[in-house]
């Protein structure tokens, strides 16, 4: 079989390959997001409360960065600390509503915004997390 190599853009790009958590710029972007998302989270009076133990929210910014950086392909440190991720059942003793979840998309929406990625990879990620978002409803509020 003939080597193939894509490239990004319409000459001589990047070679397309590696994980999408090293693409986009690895750690310190995926921090980033989520940082920028739980300032969000603090001014949110309805999902602020759902993290009531956390005053600071530093344990829930580092569970939610490493399982996105694994997750995108990034190291696995996340299943290392807390096992296979079993995000449905690990978010029933909460009320994922649907206006829980509008209002998670929205601060999500907004720190995506924070990133500069390639329309591709924010698609990509965007579809992600929406997905996902709509998979956690366990509550019709
Ligand atoms: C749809 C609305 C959502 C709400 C209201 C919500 C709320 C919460 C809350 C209150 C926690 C506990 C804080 C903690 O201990 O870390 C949590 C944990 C977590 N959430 Fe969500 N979440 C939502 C969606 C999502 C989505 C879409 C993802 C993944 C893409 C996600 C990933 C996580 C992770 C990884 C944890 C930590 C789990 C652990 O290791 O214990 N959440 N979430």
């Given at each position: 079989m003939a080597d193939l190599t894509l490239r990004m853009?319409?000459?001589?790009?990047?070679?397309?390959?590696?994980?999408?958590?090293?693409?986009?710029?690895?750690?310190?972007?995926?921090?980033?997001?989520?940082?920028?998302?739980?300032?969000?989270?603090?001014?949110?009076?309805?999902?602020?409360?759902?993290?009531?133990?956390?005053?600071?929210?530093?344990?829930?910014?580092?569970?939610?960065?490493?399982?996105?950086?694994?997750?995108?392909?990034?190291?696995?440190?996340?299943?290392?600390?807390?096992?296979?991720p079993r995000l449905r059942m690990r978010h029933m003793p909460f009320a994922v509503t649907p206006d829980a979840r509008d209002r998670w998309l929205r601060h999500m929406r907004a720190a995506v915004d924070t990133l500069d990625l390639s329309p591709l990879h924010e698609a990509m990620l965007w579809d992600y997390l929406e997905r996902a978002a709509h998979a956690m409803v366990n509550s019709a509020g």
């Open positions: 853009g319409s000459g001589g790009g990047e070679p397309v390959g590696g994980s999408f958590w090293e693409a986009v710029g690895g750690r310190p972007t995926f921090e980033k997001l989520v940082r920028a998302f739980y300032d969000g989270i603090r001014t949110d009076e309805v999902l602020l409360p759902m993290y009531p133990e956390q005053p600071d929210l530093e344990g829930a910014i580092q569970r939610l960065t490493g399982f996105l950086e694994q997750y995108w392909g990034g190291p696995g440190a996340y299943s290392d600390e807390r096992g296979h």
